[in-house]
């Protein structure tokens, strides 16, 4: 026992574990296969199995294997049918089994009679424990799908080298990942944007919400987009992402699903225990933070049990220029100094000119802490009855800091200019003010601290039961829950008056300049006090039931039901004060300081809690008095759907055809209840809504040459509408220069999607893959946004939402979502990866992974009463990866990077046809070194460019809106494992 501790030791852990031993368990089948060719064999015996099994097909010629009968021990009666051929296990993980050439077994002296029983010696396995046989695995698993679909498999629990989920799903063909705060956060798929695509953890659907430091993204996210920044990877041991859709599957991906599986005890044949401890720091700050990860499993006969904690700390400060958009202005010739020629001020004076509102540097710091669990338990006796229970619980919490300094105090670049600011320069391209200088400009800081926090919990029940040789059963019940919360968003703006600022908006990096002291504490006063919370809580129950039926040895038939149920419900509360009225009102010195982490330049802020202490203004915002308008929807879906569905698993001309077929109904029943504008009141109402459909699928994989695989879908599949789209309410946004109405539409209709998508792939054994794929989708039913820029009062709403100094005359951006007549994508994808080991040593270590996809999609937008045909949301036209390896049984290196081109992020407002964020190239470097067989010690560096994110408005002019870093992130530690 000592002796099995010491590498826990090695790795300082302090703890016994007591394991009691006892077989794997039996996974016995009925098996009847002749004595016969390597290349018919393996996929038979594949077949009666149940397993999927991949091969070196070009090294089969001339490989005859055993014959095997009776009711045996699947992993015996593999060991049978191998002997006496150089055909061994490479990797064996209880689905997908790896073989390869090695040395041969020794044959039985004389052939074996048909016999129900074959020798107890046990065949050995060789662990997955490196790169290279993660990619066997996924390229097994995606060879023996019937539609198209993808697989990342972890060497290990701990072994995904990414922060979360969204960077390790950015390498799968036609994915591609938005970032915040340093990390991956959400994904688009083929194009279609993150609410197009489904989430399932282990089996069920679910949703998690967190929310963006940034007003620029989105602030606090309420939609049906996932964000993967919840879950620490390392409780992961594969994704899948389903590409094509088939009638078993639930409704509601039209971009596809992306399924997650926590580890399983019966993944391993008995004991298993794993450590890891890293560091990590951010090239943007000083601090070193922990990620620690371990996981216990054992097996007790037909009784397994696995339990996993993830739990990491991280640093992150992203810092630049952002402004708050750009919008047409008018400029009082009073306003305008002698430095402007005359032409440039007729323009200016003309309201025809866009300019940036309030150019700022910002700085965003964040700390942030993810705790994650699982448990799974699982029975299965050896009569055909399978049990599990899967849980899982998750919190992420963020602690930010943000910090600005803009133009816009009382007299600001916000919108037109007749107050005390002076043009004194301007250069003019086309219709955009690029560079400026001005005089008398109110300048304003802000400090906010907020703190949030997402918990999510969900419980599975699942299981099935082989009633007779040809029946089997399946269910599974489920519940999950998110809960996010930001109680406290509190905000401190300071104001220094009649200052001088210019900026430069001519280069991607726009320059600001100032004509005083931004750390002189004596030029801010307090001018305004913000508060905010808010929360969203969404929950999923689910229930299914399935029947399989095997009609023959090679066709089933399937059927199953489904209920579904879906709730989602949340609120926002502001109060804004203001105490610039008459003047901004004195501070003492000690509640200022120069902002404390990394920016373009210094300046003052205040301090939160000394101020908020000082002036006695109250923190505690929610309830009714501070509820904002429109904010407090609550979405309920009632689903129950069917499908049929026939399987067919056969030879063709001699060669190997998977297929299935089937239909799928839905129904569901939506309630939308909310606040919507009665002659200028808001009064309750609750809006039901039920819409139905049929959906056929259809897919094949036609193995035209044991290793070349031609693939075929169609199907047609929906989305359901955005959650904001489906709010009985109007929701009001308000800032200093205008602001946004957004009014829901809760009888929209559901995206509705007809696609069809072939591809051809070949495999290379163990050490390489090409694939090139086609799709196309028409979505009939589209959603889009319909906006108007429209004095307030022209809105209906109360002037009692309106901000100090507003009137009816101010600008509002209005929208309200709309079913449109349709828009279509289509694509091409290739893949290929290849093990070097053609090259001589030592170069034939060197392997390489990359993927590019090109997608087109267009749809209608409606900007100010004029069409315009955008590209889909989300959509990069170009988007690509690459991986380059090396590995040896003692160490391995790789370094990847991934390439994401332009993409639209809205629609646009303000007269500006849609804003996009540039492209983006991240580039990423992982090393490990196994100092023993259990000990494995690693380096990580992520976004070793320090790659920018920059935003834009308008597809034409190109305004830029925000240019930030958020710095190189590196990680160091060791593994542990036994």
């Known amino acids: 026992m000592f002796k099995s501790l010491r590498p826990m030791l090695l790795c300082g852990a302090a703890s016994a574990v007591i394991a009691f031993s006892a077989p794997a368990v039996a996974q016995t089948r009925s098996f009847d296969l002749p004595a016969q060719p390597a290349v018919s064999a393996i996929p038979a015996f594949a077949k009666q199995a149940g397993i999927q099994i991949v091969a070196p097909a070009g090294q089969l010629d001339g ?69 290279r046989e993660s990619l066997a695995q996924a390229k097994a698993l995606k060879r023996e799908a019937v539609g198209s679909e993808e697989v990342i498999v972890a060497e290990d629990i701990a072994a995904f080298p990414d922060l979360n989920l969204a960077e390790s799903l950015q390498r799968v063909p036609g994915v591609t990942i938005n970032r915040d705060s340093g990390e991956g956060r959400q994904i688009t798929l083929r194009g279609l944007g993150p609410d197009f695509t489904r989430t399932q953890l282990n089996g069920m659907e679910v949703l998690g919400n967190t929310a963006s430091g940034m007003d620029n993204r989105g602030a606090v996210s309420r939609t049906r987009s996932f964000d993967y920044s919840l879950f620490a990877s390392e409780l992961f041991d594969r994704v899948t992402v389903e590409k094509s859709y088939a009638a078993e599957q639930d409704e509601g991906g039209i971009g596809g699903t992306v399924g997650l599986s926590t580890a399983k005890p019966f993944d391993y044949d008995g004991f298993k225990a794993v450590f890891s401890a890293k560091g990590q720091n951010n090239s943007n700050t000083d601090s070193v933070t922990p990620r620690m990860v371990g996981l216990l499993s054992n097996r007790w006969g037909d009784f397994g049990a696995l339990v996993s904690v993830a739990y990491s700390t991280n640093d992150s400060n992203e810092y630049g220029y952002r402004n ?106 086309g219709n955009t003010l690029v560079a400026a200088n001005y005089t008398g400009v109110d300048m304003r800081n802000e400090y906010n601290t907020e703190s949030d926090s997402t918990d999510f919990y969900q419980t599975v029940l699942h299981g099935s039961d082989q009633i007779t040789d040809r029946l089997l059963v399946k269910g599974m019940v489920g519940y999950s829950r998110s809960d996010y919360e930001l109680p406290y968003f509190d905000k401190v703006f300071l104001e220094a008056k009649n200052q001088g600022i210019g900026f430069d908006d001519r280069t991607t990096m726009p320059v600001n300049t100032y004509s005083f002291n931004t750390t002189d504490p004596s030029l801010w006063n307090l001018m305004r006090l913000d508060t905010q919370a808010n929360k969203i809580i969404n929950s999923y129950k689910n229930a299914k039931l399935d029947f399989e039926y095997a009609l023959t040895d090679s066709s089933t ?59 006695g203004q109250t923190r505690d915002i929610e309830n009714a008095k501070f509820l904002s308008p429109g904010s407090d929807y609550h979405v309920t879906e009632d689903t129950k759907g069917g499908y049929i569905q026939y399987d067919l698993d056969t030879d063709v001309m001699e060669r190997r055809l998977k297929a299935n077929v089937g239909l799928r109904y839905y129904s569901t029943d939506l309630t939308s209840a909310g606040s919507v504008n009665s002659g200028g009141v808001l009064k309750p109402v609750t809006v039901p809504h039920t819409y139905s459909g049929v959906l056929p699928a259809a897919n094949l ?8 695989v031609a693939r075929l879908s169609a199907n047609r599949n929906i989305s359901r509408p955005a959650l904001s789209d489906l709010q009985a309410a109007g929701t009001i946004t308000t800032a200093p220069f205008g602001g946004s109405l957004t ?236």
């Open 324 to 429: 708050w958009g750009w919008s047409q202005i008018k400029v009082n010739p009073a306003n305008i100094g002698p430095g402007v020629s005359a032409a440039d001020a007729a323009k200016m004076e003309s309201g025809t000119i866009y300019a940036p509102q309030a150019d700022t540097y910002s700085t965003w710091f964040d700390h942030r802490t993810r705790l994650g669990s699982t448990l799974a338990l699982q029975y299965e006796p050896e009569n055909g009855l399978k049990l599990g229970f899967d849980a899982l619980y998750s919190r992420l919490t963020n602690d930010r800091k943000d910090y600005a300094m803009a133009a816009g105090g009382t007299n600001a670049l916000t919108g037109n200019v007749s107050g005390t600011q002076v043009l004194q320069s301007a250069v003019i391209q």
């Open 63 to 131: 490989i005859s294997t055993q014959a095997i009968h009776g009711e045996l021990d699947r992993k015996k009666a593999l060991a049978t049918l191998l002997q006496g051929t150089p055909l061994v296990v490479s990797s064996d993980d209880g689905a997908v089994v790896v073989l390869q050439v090695g040395t041969p077994a020794k044959a039985p002296a004389a052939a074996p009679k048909p016999q129900a029983r074959v020798n107890d010696d046990p065949l050995e396995e060789v662990v997955v424990t490196s790169f």
């Open 743 to 978: 009014i829901g539409n809760p009888d929209l209709k559901p995206f509705t999607a007809d696609a069809v998508e072939g591809s051809l792939e070949y495999y290379d054994g163990k050490v390489g893959f090409v694939s090139i794929g086609a799709f196309y989708k028409k979505l009939n039913s589209f959603i889009s946004a319909t906006t108007v820029t429209e004095p307030y009062s022209a809105t209906g709403y109360p002037l009692s939402f309106l901000l100090p100094g507003q009137t009816g005359a101010t600008p509002y951006n209005v929208s309200q979502p709309v079913n449109v007549s349709g828009a279509s994508i289509k694509g091409v994808e290739v893949a290929v990866q290849r093990d070097f080991d053609f090259l001589p040593a030592p170069f034939n270590h060197l392997g390489m992974v990359a993927n590019g996809t090109f997608a087109d999609g267009s749809s209608p937008a409606i900007i100010n009463g004029k069409s315009y045909d955008l590209p889909l949301v989300n959509l990069s036209r170009f988007s690509a990866n690459a991986t380059l390896y090396y590995e040896t049984e003692t160490w391995g290196v790789r370094i990847s990077e991934a390439y994401r081109s332009q993409y639209l992020d809205s629609i646009g407002g303000n007269g500006n046809v849609g804003e996009a964020y540039e492209p983006t190239n991240n580039v990423d470097f992982s090393a490990h070194y196994n100092v023993t067989p259990h000990i494995k010690v690693t380096l990580e560096g992520l976004n070793l460019t320090d790659e920018h994110i920059v935003q834009f408005t308008d597809l034409t002019a190109h305004r830029i809106e925000v240019n930030t870093s958020s710095g190189r992130t590196f990680l160091w530690g060791v593994t542990c494992e036994f």
């Open 701 to 708: 994989a036609y193995f035209v040459e044991p290793d070349l």
């Open 557 to 615: 038939i399937k059927t199953g039901f489904e209920y579904k149920r879906f709730e989602d419900e949340g609120a926002q509360y502001n109060n804004k004060v203001f105490y610039n009225v008459p003047a901004d009102r004195a501070i003492p010195a000690s509640t200022k300081y120069t902002v404390p982490y990394d920016t373009l330049v210094p300046y003052i802020v205040g301090d939160v809690d000394a101020i908020y202490k000082l002036i």
